[in-house]
């Protein structure tokens, strides 16, 4: 069975930065593209980023470009995002997700505030 377990979120102070990890289990991850979603209370959850399966090719929402990076370890079965000049605006629920599955983890909790 597909498992997508996040981590890493907490509170962070404006201009801060965290790094949020995702282990994946239960499909072959070394060819699947990955990606992060974010959602905050009554908004739409939206891309945040995309990493091809090797790693080449990486993908960011204009509203995080310059400011976060998307990485996979495909030994150890991990994405990773790196968030870095935090904002306020940051401040939502971050899901990893392999594109066509209709499954969602858990999720980890940003919260952006001073």
């Known amino acids: 069975q597909v498992q997508l377990v996040e981590s890493g979120g907490g509170l962070v102070l404006p201009g801060g930065s965290l790094r949020l990890s995702c282990a994946a289990s239960?499909?072959?991850?070394?060819?699947?593209?990955m990606s992060w979603y974010r959602q905050a209370p009554g908004k739409e959850r939206e891309l945040v980023a995309a990493?091809?399966?090797?790693?080449?090719?990486?993908n960011y929402a204009d509203s995080v470009k310059g400011r976060f990076t998307i990485s996979r370890d495909n030994r150890k079965n991990t994405v990773y995002l790196q968030m870095n000049s935090l904002k306020p605006e940051d401040t939502a629920v971050y899901y990893c997700?392999?594109?066509?599955?209709?499954?969602w983890g858990q999720g980890t909790q940003v919260t952006v505030s001073s």
């Open positions: 239960g499909f072959t991850f070394s060819s699947a593209v």
């Open positions: 997700k392999r594109p066509g599955f209709t499954s």
């Open positions: 990493i091809s399966a090797a790693g080449g090719t990486t």
